[in-house]
């Protein structure tokens, strides 16, 4: 939950006059996202988010993440669109900080996703990762291999104050990955990166939308898979819940088909996405600044998850029947 | 800005079946409120607000505060109206909480109060002061003079932790404030006596709503007009604007004429709005939980408006004219 930023209300309807939205009727701040500032407006226009780029978002990244939404939605997926000024800009300034208008997306995040989420994610990341393919501005992914170091050593010093012996266990999980089995020739293309169920909305059980692209960037597809089943496949109490991996890896595979090499590589990925967020969660828990408005999440429910992984020996653990079968 | 309790998307749904709302159609957490989990609530009937009261608030006084916003929306008060379900009744249970639905108001409470909107504030209040005449049911004042004594115990041995000389300042005060000086024989009926910038909301200069009477009570009319000089008529650097409280306080005086008793109360009262306020933020301050989620407010603003209040002689010192005269 986050507000970092508050914005007055004539500053806002002053703001308001460069866009084709009408008047200005009311506007929340919402409790979503960690990143940034949001505020729920309606307008004489309907309604529509604003968010205001907090210092943790590089601002050169931000046309990438307007320009990769607009192009998405134009290709058929659910997601905001933003919106443009009578300029044709969607990118502007509020209260010193960068800032965007996108559409609102009802819907609701499943708190406690079932198995039917699951196969929704499956399909939309699927889809996603199709309509992603021709899109032609490149980011490169600074929360993979070669940036979990710097992550480590900010938090290593530290590491044994949030579980004993946890620098050694993250020691020995980066020495591996680092070794040169992390893939490098796997299929690539625009990923979302961080496609956790707050980020997912549902109307009943229909996928009615996806959010958040601040993660956004060209890596691995099959990466992004890694991240759906760190993220959707385990219960509350850390246990892994295979059903929901087949669902949602089926359902994946139904629009865009992992290839051999893949599927292969899938328990390396999924360790490499454990400990991408095993690192960021841990150095957000080592520095919660005092009076902090936003709580930190758990680090230690993706050791949880890594050891899982670590024991994982093929795709088939994560439910997926051998190439070529459908469960 | 505060969401302590979550609710999850098929319990939301579930609860709106006992209403006739029609189909849920998104909800986010709201960064308003700091007693309370506020949401803003779409669904295919409109816009509305769902607040699940957290234990700060004692649950026998909801029938209160529904009852009498309901009231005060039927006798023409721009407030939220509560929503009764289909057996007719408003407050309900939710995740564990006492819980209510409210009509959403389009507006927006002024990050820096003009003229204009004190003025508006004046109206308003004495408008409500009238529509609450007939209004039944009663609530105590629970922070009026009496409830000034056990919040200083509770504060009084950490006073001068954040600011030397702050306990004496407060003894010297309460026991002025509690030595037979306070008035018992002015005009009484149901105040809002939580009248600050961020329950009030505009539409430009249209005072367009009041909302929150989650400290709503019975005391004396006038003790509301001086909490509002508090909230309204001071400026970010704690001067007194004399303009501000002039056209506030005329404003107020064309719908309900203030009674020379209460015109010369007035110092008073403000003193102890003043003290009120100071009281209860310093003990949040001082009790601030590890991990809040929520910033206190800062408690020394008080002591300065408190000293303003203390140099006052007469109601002129406000921006009122003599009795009979108007500006």
Known sequence: MAVYTDVAADELADFLKQYDLGELLSYKGIAEGVENSNFLLHTSAGSFILTL??????????????????????????????????????????????????????????????????????????????????????????????????????????????????????????????????????????????????NVFFLGDRLSGIIDFTFACNDMLAYDVAICLNAWCFEPDHSFNVTKARAFLNAYGRVRKLTASEEAALPLLARGAAIRFLLTRLVDWLNVPPGALVKPKDPLEYVRKLRFHQSVTSARDYGLMPSGLVA
């Open 53 to 198: 780029y907090e210092k943790r978002v590089a601002k050169n990244d931000l046309p990438f993440f307007l320009a990769l939404m607009t192009h998405l939605a134009e290709h058929g997926i659910n997601c905001p669109l933003p919106v443009k000024a009578r300029d044709g800009e969607a990118l502007r300034e509020l209260s010193g900080r960068p800032a965007a208008i996108i559409t609102f997306l009802e819907g609701m995040w499943p708190r406690k996703p079932n198995v039917s989420h699951c196969a929704g994610v499956g399909e939309a990341l699927a889809k996603m990762h199709l309509a992603g393919a021709n899109f032609t501005i490149k980011r490169a992914n600074a929360l993979s291999v070669s940036g979990w170091r710097p992550l480590f050593d900010a938090a290593a010093s530290r590491a044994d104050e949030v579980q004993p012996g946890l620098r050694g266990f993250l020691a020995a999980e980066l020495d591996h990955l680092s070794s040169g089995v992390w893939p490098t020739d796997l299929p690539e293309g625009v990923i979302h990166a961080d496609l956790f169920n707050d």
